[in-house]
Structure formats: C-alpha cells, structure tokens
C-alpha cells in the first residue's frame, strides 16, 4: 500500500498522524483565496514531483498523475513485486480520479481566455487532463500488459477500482492488480465550484475545526487532494513469491441510489442495499464487522443517512464495533478517497486500532443512538474485519471489505 495525503507523503506518516487525531487542514497556498466563501483546504505538503519523475516527465503530467506515480511507487516498494519474476503481462492497472487533471485544464482555458484568441495550447494539453491518462503512464513506467482502465465514480471512484481488482484476480483474469484513485483538485474551479453548491465549509477562522462528521454545527466538506494505492494479488501468486500480505480482500458491494444527483437517498436505501451486497460478497455475518471507516464527509444530511443505513442493516451490532471518519482529519479527496481510507483500514487490522472522529463537540441529536463514533482518540480495540464506505455524486455507492490475514 501507499499513500500521498494531507496527512503525509507516506502509508506510514500518513497512520501515524491520523491516529494522533491532527488535521490537514490550512489556508490554500494553491492560488490566491482571499476572495473566495472557503479559503481553506487538505493541501498535500512538501511534494516534489521530481522525487519521482525526471523533469521533462513532470512537466508532461498533471498533479493528478505526480501523486498516483507517488503512492504506487511507495505500494510497489512495499509489496516488492518488482523484486519478483513476475509475468508483467498479468499484472494490470485499475486507476481512477473523480475530475481528473483540472490544475492544467483550468490554467490553460485561462491562458487562452486573457489572451488575443489565438490558440497557443500546450501539445501536452490532452493528455494531462484526460481522466484516463494515468492508468496509461502506470503501466507505461513499470512495463504492466495486463488489464488496464480508468474508473469514474465520482467520490467513490477508488473503491470501485478495489472492486474491479478483486473480481478480475478472483476470476482469473489477472495475477496482480494495482488499484487505487488521485485528486488534485484544489484549484480555483474546485473550490469555486463546490463554494457555488453551497458544498464546502466555510469555517475560515479555524481550518482544523472545519471537517467535522456528526458534529451538530457541521457545515460542509473540506476539499483534499492526494493519492491512495493498494497492490491487490491473488494468495497462491503473492505466497509463491514469499511475499508479505497486509490484509485480504474478501468482499465488495455496488448499488446506485437512483434517487438524486447530488444528495443520498435520505433513508440510505441504496447505500443500505450495496452494505447487504457486501456482507453477502464476502459470505460473512454481520456481527463479524469490527470497523467501519464511513463515507461521512461532514455534510448536514449524508452523514445522518449513512448511519440511518448502516443501524438498518447492522441493527443492535452497531453497538458492538467502531465508527470513525478520518475525512475529519484528511478532508475530502473525493476519487482518491477510497484507496486513502482503504490505507487506513488495513493499518487498523494491523495494529488493532481504531482511529478517530475528530471535532465533534456537540453531537447531533439526529444520531441514531448507540454509536460509537469513537471520537476525539483512537480506541485500541480487536479489529478482524474493517469495511470502508464510500458514495459519489450521481448515487453510485462502492463498499469493501478487509479482513485480518491468516484468520483470526
């Protein structure tokens, strides 16, 4: 696994500060804010994109693709499957982002718009923008010829390219899978767009306090940007090879809420049915879930809708295990979500941690009772099976499962 987040540029700083319960909230040094309704975000910090790239190679991509090239490079690292003699023809990409390239896209229709009208575009233009762009470099920079695509889910773009991972390693249509999602949307667009939703929170006097999932004065989503990356393999390969395995993936649920293009369903009925699909997926009980990381981007109706979902499905079990939002502490990184959150359920197994809700200090009194959203501190608590939650603009709903390797 890897991770580039507001958190840290790593899997590991990335755990470390969000079991510490920090936030990577801060004033937006992207661009100039100062006339915007938020001027605040989760920027990722001291990146440098030629750690990674040669500079030629840097300029060519977009931040969307420094950050993926990032976290897979940290994933592959870790998982040392380029150490092995693996067949790179079964080894494939499923990369995803939510908007894509938009720090070039914006720039450029800005050149364009204050200049004479002559069009003097970048020959790079296209392809640092085109969404599927990035699954092309990743498989270009490592020599991968397997299955090869871009998933668009909105916000829940990562974990469906978690799901299409397993299922292509489960029916044996691939021996490797990297998987994950980037954003980089910080831009003034971004901002300037969800500010025009009425999306975003515009807590500006105290940027860390602004994401803030079931808390009653909750305002809105913090924007984040980064990357998450998972290496996916199936057990015969990843053991053949002697490699270390962090977790499995044992089950995944898709359902569309078919009800709104922007809001959940606000009884959860198509996030409730992509829960149910999940457990039966993975052939397990519902009492056997220990952790849910929910979707819960601290907006006034999804973060109640999710829960009302999950009491639905969960019933009294919701009383027995965790619930935490790290958006609280990341911000939104919208199609990088998953795979980010997907790092932080696994170091839960890992570790047997929980970590925390940060920022509720008056929980809404529309909390169904008998949560435990662990709040303020992380819980260390026997963490076996995690689910990670994730819903997307347009009522797509993706949900997977993690499990403790080797049983329990």
Known sequence: MGAVTPLGNNAATFWNKL??????????????????????????????????????????TDPVTHYAIAAVDE???????????????????????????????????????????????????????????????????????????????ACATSNTTIMDAFNYIRWGKAEAMIAGGSEAAITMGGIGGFNAMKALSTRNENPQTASRPYDAGRDGFVMGEGAGALVLESLEHAQKRGARVYAEVIGAGMSADAYHLTATHPDGLGVRLALNRALQDAGIRRDEVDYINTHATSTPDGDLNELK????????HVRSMNISATKSMTGHLLGAAGAVEGVACIHALLHDLVPPTINVEQLDPGVPEGFNLTPGKAVRRKVNIAMSNTFGFGGHNAIVLFKKFGGY
């Not at 006339?35 to 440098?48: M, P, Q």
């Not at 979902?309 to 009294?316: K, L, T």
């Open 19 to 60: 079991v510490a319960g920090q936030s990577g909230a801060g004033p937006i040094t992207h661009f100039d804010a100062a006339k915007f309704k938020t001027r605040f975000a989760c920027e990722v910090k001291g990146f440098d994109a030629e750690q990674y790239l040669e500079r030629k190679e840097a300029r060519k």
């Open 75 to 153: 994933a592959l690292k870790s998982s040392g499957l380029l150490d092995a003699e693996v067949d790179r023809n079964e080894v494939g990409v499923i990369w995803g982002s939510g908007i894509g390239g938009m720090q070039t896209f914006e720039a450029q229709m800005i050149e364009f718009g204050e200049g004479d009208g002559t069009p003097r575009f970048n020959p790079f233009f296209i392809p640092k923008t085109l969404i599927d762009t990035t699954s092309g470099w990743l498989a270009i920079r490592y020599g991968f010829r397997g299955i090869n695509y871009t998933a668009v889910s």
């Open 309 to 316: 979902a999950i009491q639905s499905v969960f019933g009294e």
